[in-house]
């Protein structure tokens, strides 16, 4: 364990310095904005690089990293927005020091599965969500569709080989300083390489948000994981934890850092013990 910590380090000390010493323009960072970068249904157009380390994989208690880049566009259509979400995960993961079984597999928080012998770098499968909500919401956001997941993966281990759909939902609330909410999607496997596994794993996402002045907020948004076509003791993974970001403008350019850490109370056997995420998103107001 300390062994780990010690390897985290220069990640948490780069990100802490960034998110603690910008000061470009701080007065100008607009609430509202920051409100809307938290929010999954918000109308402005987004690209966020979500860097995450995952700690205590395998025997060796390796540290693989994950880089999902999910732009975000939003369409509006009178009197509903469709609002379009893409995630394209980018995965190294090292070798193990000791002998491995070949079957040995493990879950990422992009929702496909790594054997855990040898290194391999690589794209993973990428996720299409569709989410259609009224343009006018109430005091509760809502929105629904469907989600695909491509089987766009170039190393085997990160992918699932098929292509799985389901249905996608997101609600959600901000009052005052708050945006609090849930996510969640189910896929099923429909087609792809027949020798392949079968898919039916459900992500759910529970965001809480609370922003402060001049631009920082506290954040808890942990992605949970079910996969269930494994047996029940090797189905779940539930992290726990949470961070801090600020959203600031780099002349007229605002972009939203946030890092978070995260600890897996419940696991599948060999998956990462924990994450360690610097997110860094660019805003497009329209």
């Known amino acids: 364990m300390a062994r780990r910590a010690r390897s985290m380090l220069p990640a948490v000390a780069c990100a802490a310095f960034l998110l603690a010493g910008l000061s470009v323009a701080p007065a100008r960072a607009d609430q509202d904005l920051a409100k809307q970068s938290q929010n999954p249904l918000g109308t402005v157009i ?8 995952l700690a ?56 496909q599965s790594g054997i855990a012998q040898g290194s391999a770098f690589g794209l993973s499968d990428t996720t299409y969500q569709a989410f259609f909500g009224p343009a006018a919401p109430g005091a509760v956001i809502w929105g629904a569709g469907p989600a695909l997941v491509l089987p766009t993966a170039t190393e085997d ?6 292509w799985s759909a389901g249905p996608a939902v997101v609600a959600l609330a901000t009052p005052g300083r708050w945006v609090a909410g849930v996510l969640a999607q189910n896929v099923w496997s429909f ?50 934890g949470g961070g801090g970001g600020r959203l600031v403008r780099f002349g007229e350019q605002p972009v939203d850092f946030k890092l978070v850490a995260y600890y897996n109370v419940e696991r599948p056997q060999f998956a990462p013990d924990w994450t360690l995420q610097f997110q860094v998103k660019f805003l497009f107001p329209k």
Request: net charge negative; no cysteine.
């Open 46 to 53: 987004s690209l966020p690089f979500e860097n995450n380390l």
């Open 56 to 111: 205590g994989i395998g025997p060796s208690e390796t540290t693989a990293y994950l880089l999902n880049m999910k732009p975000v566009y939003p369409v509006n259509m009178g009197a509903v927005n469709l609002i379009n979400r893409l995630t394209v995960p980018v995965i190294y993961s090292p070798g193990q020091d000791g002998p491995v079984p070949p079957d040995l597999r493990f879950d990422l928080p992009s929702g």
């Open 157 to 162: 281990r990160y992918a699932s080989d098929k």
């Open 191 to 240: 087609a792809g390489d027949s020798s392949a596994g079968d898919v039916n794993k459900l992500v759910f996402q529970y965001f809480l948000n609370y922003n402060l002045a001049g631009g920082w907020y506290l954040s808890s948004t942990p992605v949970l994981t079910a996969n269930w076509e494994a047996a029940s003791d090797n189905r779940w993974t539930v992290p726990v």
